[in-house]
């Protein structure tokens, strides 16, 4: 190896990025250098590391030097979870999805682990087929956020999914999802009568409006409140909702035959196992909102539910 002083400390930098132990004699004979060089090495790197919240830490035990990176850091593995999933989600048009992945994909060191997380995507990103309304949306996606956040009332133009023009509507907005592709924001219209435009005007559950169909929209300086009892919380809801259709929150019980009860009970997070069914099979009892979501759903499971 040569003694250049920024080829020793890209070199060491490596070392200790992929997990390794450096020893300064070792590392002295590998570069032909005296050990008080590599300890000036190691000291600058010391510096280095304190200032972005790692560690270089020496091991008395073995003489060794290693690395401690922040917990913030991810892991190579957890890169390519994230970036699967991503992926899999289909949610974002490439434009905005290849820089997502790109900065994930930069977390990996060293360049070994970078360029086995490109291979591992890469045929994926590769045939990556976005959704159909081609839109961005990710800035818009933190302005509802801060809206959400600061209690602003919204005034946006929507078109739903049969409506060819855009309505105006001003809206409390107190949560984001996601499902099935989708980013959804649920919000409260404001001053609407719910005796005249709702089915069931005694269901007080939130509006979902898809982010994508979300068109012109200005985030206001009037300022809503909500009791804490009345919060909204986001989790809470998605448990209970199919689909992103709403409806009135019921309780269902059902039999279940089918291959899989875990997946069941992955589709429906406030699903219990009642008992095993004489017949065969698991009797369920669940929480949900009824509707269109729900009914999507139970045909989709054809005979292997039956309603109790």
Not at 182 to 206: T, V
Not at 244 to 270: C, H, N, Q, W
Not at 278 to 290: K, W
């Amino acid at each position: 190896m040569t003694g250049d002083r920024n080829e020793r400390l890209l070199t060491l930098q490596q070392e200790l990025l992929s997990g390794s132990r450096l020893h300064k004699t070792v590392a002295a004979r590998e570069f032909g250098v005296s050990e008080k060089t590599v300890q000036r090495d190691l000291e600058w790197l010391r510096r280095y590391y304190d200032e972005r919240g790692g560690a270089l830490v020496y091991d008395r035990a073995d003489g060794s030097y290693h690395l401690e990176q922040p917990a913030a850091c991810l892991t190579k593995s957890e890169v390519l979870a994230v970036c699967k999933i991503l992926l899999e989600s289909r949610a974002f048009i490439a434009e905005e999805l290849d820089p997502i992945l790109k900065k994930l994909v930069a977390c990996c060191a060293p360049a070994r682990d970078l360029k086995a997380v490109q291979a591992l995507i890469g045929n994926e990103r590769l045939h990556y087929v976005p959704p159909h309304h081609g839109k961005p949306f990710v800035e818009k996606l933190w302005a509802l956020g801060e809206a959400i956040r600061e209690h602003r009332v919204v005034e946006m133009d929507y078109t739903g999914t049969h409506k060819q023009q855009p309505r105006r509507r001003r809206v409390e907005p107190v949560g984001i999802l996601f499902s099935e592709y989708y980013f959804y924001l649920a919000a409260f219209i404001e001053g609407i009568d719910r005796q005249a435009h709702f089915a069931n005007p005694q269901d007080k559950s939130p509006t979902i409006y898809r982010v994508d169909k979300i068109g012109r929209f200005t985030v206001t300086t009037d300022r809503f409140d909500i009791p804490y009892r009345d919060r909204f919380e986001e989790g809470e809801m998605r448990k209970r909702i199919q689909f992103m259709y709403g409806g009135a929150l019921k309780k269902i019980r059902f039999l279940y035959t089918g291959p899989s009860l875990e997946a069941v009970l992955d589709r429906l997070p406030t699903a219990r196992v009642l008992r095993e069914a004489p017949q065969g099979g698991y009797e369920l009892e669940a929480e949900v909102f009824g509707g269109n979501g729900l009914d999507m759903w139970l045909r989709s499971q054809g005979d292997w539910i039956t309603l109790l």
